[in-house]
């Protein structure tokens, strides 16, 4: 799986993205340790604090499916910029990924940059399991 086919999926599930309040659609996409792909889109709620975002959604279809080890995911949004998880996100995607898991983050033209989650959250608070 290469990043570029990430970056494709990530963008084309952002458009069933739930988000009437922001109108800010974002899709993930990553890929575990065995080679599966699962997909997630930002979904909101008129109770503004349950919004779930697009990188949970993905990472909660893949736990929920029995993978819980994440090796990628890219994410893309409609923002002619780079889109970065938020805090919380990067605290979840530590859960269930090493320091070097790629984070492809995307431009709504398709262009991305590589980062690893060691960047994006030094220092990560984690238990042993
Ligand atoms: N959002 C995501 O889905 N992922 C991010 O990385 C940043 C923010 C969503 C949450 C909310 O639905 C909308 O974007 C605006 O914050």
């Not at 458009?15 to 599966?36: D, H």
């Amino acid at each position: 799986m290469e990043d570029k086919e990430l970056v494709k999926l990530a963008l084309n599930i952002r458009k069933q993205a739930y988000s009437p309040y922001s109108r800010f659609k974002v899709g993930a996409a990553l890929l575990t340790e065995n080679n599966r792909i699962f997909t997630g889109v930002n979904i909101e709620n008129a109770s503004y604090g349950a919004t779930n975002c697009a990188e949970r959604t993905a990472v909660f279809k893949a736990v929920s499916e029995g993978e819980t080890k994440i090796r990628a995911i890219a994410i893309a949004s409609d923002s002619e910029d780079y889109i970065y998880p938020c805090g919380i996100c990067r605290q979840v995607l530590a859960e269930f990924g090493d320091s070097d898991m790629k984070v492809i983050s995307c431009k709504n033209n398709g262009e991305y940059k590589l980062y690893t989650l060691g960047e994006l959250l030094p220092s990560s608070f984690k238990l042993e399991v």
